[in-house]
T-cell receptor, first 114, second 108 residues
Framework: DVKVTQSSRYLVKRTGEKVFLECVQDMDHENMFWYRQDPGLGLRLIYFSYDVKMKEKGDIPEGYSVSREKKERFSLILESASTNQTSMYLC?????????????FGDGTRLSIL | KNEVEQSPQNLTAQEGEFITINCSYSVGISALHWLQQHPGGGIVSLFMLSSGKKKHGRLIATINIQEKHSSLHITASHPRDSAVYICAVTRGAQKLVFGQGTRLTINP
């Protein structure tokens, strides 16, 4: 079974801090994704990566950056955390292949910015 | 208007009832996904389909490409089916576009 592990289930940080959310997958997947989930808005794509050191902006990249130095690890960085970044953050991974392949999700990190 | 619309947003039913959750989309897709999210946050993929119908246990998913519509059915519902069910579509490059989710509560 694919395992996508997010480093923290709950995280509390202060406004202005630099925040790192880590995600590791164990199935050698090429694609990795970061989403945020907010009530009434559903999941929205922040960034995704289709290979090491490659990244592409999603629908809401403002205020975020990402890092993918190794294939199994995809980090989301909040450069200067703000209260409107309080949310549930979910990481996912998928293979690259012909046609559509399912994404495998981590358990999420509930981030509160005070 | 969202590209992916689900209905209803909330659904409460009694154990044993037949459940239907609907999903409509407005764009061309390569596949449609049904996902389940339990309290606590983890998301599990239930189905991925691009035509016809799929069945897994008590869950059935159908899609009508011409009408841009999909349904998720649960037969003989059980309290453990209580979760948020999310419809998502793939438009290319493995990226998903999500509906807002349907919160299902099954009472014993």
């Amino acid at each position: 079974d694919v395992k996508v592990t997010q480093s923290s289930r709950y995280l509390v940080k202060r406004t202005g801090e630099k925040v790192f959310l880590e995600c590791v997958q164990d199935m050698d997947h090429e694609n990795m994704f970061w989403y945020r989930q907010d009530p009434g808005l559903g999941l929205r794509l922040i960034y995704f990566s289709y290979d090491v050191k490659m990244k592409e902006k999603g629908d809401i990249p403002e205020g975020y950056s990402v890092s993918r130095e190794k294939k199994e690890r995809f980090s989301l960085i909040l450069e200067s955390a703000s209260t409107n970044q309080t949310s549930m953050y979910l990481c996912a991974s998928s293979e690259t292949g012909l046609g559509t392949l399912p994404q495998h999700f981590g358990d999420g990190t509930r981030l509160s910015i005070l | 208007k969202n590209e992916v619309e689900q209905s209803p947003q909330n659904l409460t039913a009694q154990e044993g009832e037949f459940i239907t959750i609907n999903c409509s989309y407005s764009v061309g897709i390569s596949a449609l996904h049904w996902l389940q999210q339990h309290p606590g946050g983890g998301i599990v993929s239930l189905f991925m389909l691009s035509s016809g119908k799929k069945k897994h246990g008590r869950l059935i998913a159908t899609i009508n490409i011409q009408e841009k519509h999909s349904s998720l059915h649960i037969t003989a519902s059980h309290p453990r089916d209580s979760a948020v069910y999310i419809c998502a579509v793939t438009r290319g490059a493995q990226k998903l576009v999500f509906g807002q989710g349907t919160r299902l509560t099954i009472n014993p």
